[in-house]
């Protein structure tokens, strides 16, 4: 069975070396041939609005996936015909979109921040008056690792904001003072049966995923996480891997946000669980069933972030896991991950100190707002 | 850093598919194309003693390595000049010839079972008389997965045998009343560090591996099998993994043969182990230090041999992992393998007992003599 991956950064990269051990083929869509995935893929290269190539990509392959949330839905749409995609291009255009991934979170009883649409500069004046500062105005499209989003400490930084955003569709949301993020992954097979992971714990430096660290081990949040995530992966007859983003406010869990493909805070689960998060989705979209969720301990992934550290200082670390996504270095860019599995979660917080310390970074926490 | 590897097959494949994440390059050099290897490396062809094409693959790459103990040692040594070769070819030598595999073990103190070389019929005589029966005949060269071997119950069979090797070099051996087959993956790096993994407990079933459990837990026969890894590679400056087959006869190690390689009972290690044979070999050939050789847990390793079982009714096993290495069937060709980790030894001897049922096999142990 040949995969199709439109998108061919290192999310598709670590699908197929998933992939690969289980005897499927990858073929990968992307806009250049210089992308992370060509190590270990043919990589087909077009506009990912060119439907023509898109449709020539699509008859080679027998199911598509992407890598990307921001691949056009229009030119999803158009393919899938030829060759199924997985997940389903709803669950994407939900996923490009704050304002429908809002209400669908309400409309299945799960909890997110009092929010307000945002159309015009009254419209924003409105909204504050309402729901108070601080708050956050956020773009409803093309918005990740921190972007289309501007904080609003008080009343008037609304212009500032305005000034930086407006003039586009616009969502303002009251900030939620979480004490904690944490994500779950999920994933639906085919035949319709559901495996989530543990719940991480993350840890954002000016707005990009600097840290997970999994199981978070809160029985009673896993089981309110898993029951939401059930919900969106019937509602959205969903298969492959899911991930919603979750603040903890107050011992509840308030969703931020979704995103219909394997994520930077699933990780950990390459090295730290039974089956890693990119081998379930490609079990998934491949009609195979799940494999085991389970931990496999204590497990802490450090982003690395503009520029990598010399590999063998990293490497002579024993038990860490190491991957590069062969990117060039750029300020802001993701380039590689660290992973270590420890027994304890002690344990755990000391690797992770003595992988910061490597990988160039030192504070662990940071608020947009605090 | 880009890494040629001469030989494709699964052992070239898996070691690609660990030391990409480590942000290395492959390529592959075969005689065929349709191998294991071209789903994660882009394949030059050529014969194994054309000269001319391996001085042109070596042009391309920065160190070199094989998954094959068959490659000709003069095409190794013809290119080493060009880009580094590891494991050294002194060590791919000694293992292509059984003599002086066991002069060097000898040589070391590592225990051999009693044998002499035989070059013509009155030495078969010779050595029979003086060695006795049970015994085995075997070439010197060229033997693997049982291959070049004749079993001799009593002298009477030795014509048999005669007819069925006889004209090449030879070697007859006292056949071991061996209790167990155990063997250790070692790893050297170029600083000359070493890492042994635990030992491990191997089932050949008509020749071929067909089953590995890991650790095997003897502290007494770990220490004594390191100690024996650690002579045989600072003797041979070794750089990268090398196996020791040994016997288990009264509680002692006699060793049966060394692979200059990555090794099909180190394959548990990819999920069993922190970092596995394959990601510490390639680290080693890297310049890159090693990486943990902790195991995880117990893991057995079922080979999958001559056709795969339906995926799907396997990957419902929950912890199960899947390895097809996309070969075509043919009877008695590795094909892939399954390995599962579990808590307890107990548990993986229940979950061997089902993969070897689903595995299409149902003996667990065979000699080839009793």
Known sequence: MRIGIIGAGQLGRMMALSGIPLGLQFTMYDRSAEVPGAAVAPIVTGAFDDLRALARFARGVDVMTFDWENVPVASVRAVEKIAPVWPPPRALAIGQDRLREKRLFQRLGIPVAPYAAVNDWHGLQRAIASLGTPGIL????????????????????????????????????????????VSLIAARDQGGRIACYPLAENVHELGILAQTRAPFSDAGLQRAAERQAKRLLVELRYVGVLCVEYFVDRGRLVANELAPRVHNSGHWTIEGAETSQFENHIRAIAGMPLGSTRARGHAVMVNLIGRLPPAGKLLGIPGLHWHDYGKSPRPGRKLGHLTQVCATRRDCDRAAAAMRRIAGRRRTTESPLC
Chains 1, 2 share one sequence.
């Open 138 to 181: 956020k773009t409803l499209r093309l918005g990740y690792d921190g972007k289309g989003q501007s904080p609003l400490r008080q009343p008037a930084d609304a212009a500032a904001a305005w000034r930086q955003l407006g003039g586009q569709p616009l969502l303002y949301e009251r900030f939620v003072r979480f004490t904690r993020e």
